[in-house]
């Protein structure tokens, strides 16, 4: 009968881990840099200007169950912005724009994970550039998931938003035309769990 009752215990607590562990840890491919973030805006109307922030941090939790459980937290480095052309760059990073001596990091923290289906979903949280801080939605999409060669385990997604500079106190981004209002920004996360 003690046996019994040992195997039983055994059993939940068994399951009490299990459930505990559904949640999934994961921190950015950093080191391997398989992590992305880009955004492109129209210059003048006639083309568009495409960029990347090249140093940035973050991890998320994954609960394919308990997608309510899911969460993303990044922080950019916002003067690591790299558009390809150096003077530019030196533009964007001044008062006109980003003014990252005043505002060197920006930041997202989510509030939300919408399960949409197949892979799909919207990941809402607060955005905060130049320290304004905003309510945005990403649309995301997981890309896959499974082991590595390294004998770890890897998660990866890509998602997009449209962000409005306005928002941001970048009134001198009128001198790119007015449909420089509107930046979209993408990303392509891959996360190894921990």
């Known amino acids: 009968m003690k046996m019994k009752h040992l195997l039983t215990s055994l059993i939940l607590a068994l399951g009490i881990t299990t459930s505990a562990q559904a949640t999934e840890n994961y921190a950015f491919d950093i080191k391997g840099q398989h992590a992305f973030i880009q955004f492109k805006v129209k210059h003048l109307g006639y083309s ?11 991890s998320y939790s994954y609960d394919e169950a308990k997608p ?12 690591s912005i ?26 997202f923290t989510s509030t939300s994970f919408e399960n949409k289906g197949n892979g ?9 550039l130049r320290g304004i801080t905003k309510a ?15 004998g770890g385990f ?24 007015p449909v420089a209002e509107n930046v979209e920004l993408f990303f392509s996360i891959e996360g190894v769990r921990q």
């Open 68 to 79: 309510a459980n899911n969460s993303v937290t990044v922080d950019i480095d916002v003067a």
């Open 136 to 150: 945005i939605a990403f649309d995301v999409k997981q890309i896959g998931a499974g082991k590595d060669p390294w």
């Open 154 to 177: 890897r998660r990866g997604f890509e998602g997009t938003t449209t962000l409005h500079l306005s928002d941001y106190n970048m009134t001198k981004a009128g001198m790119l035309g």
């Open 82 to 107: 790299d558009s390809n052309h150096a003077e530019r760059d030196k533009h964007l990073r001044s008062a006109d724009f980003f003014d990252v001596a005043k505002f060197p990091k920006a930041s």
């Open 120 to 128: 799909t979903a919207v990941l809402k949280g607060n955005f905060t």
């Open 48 to 58: 568009w200007l495409i960029g990347n922030f090249n140093t940035f941090n973050g």
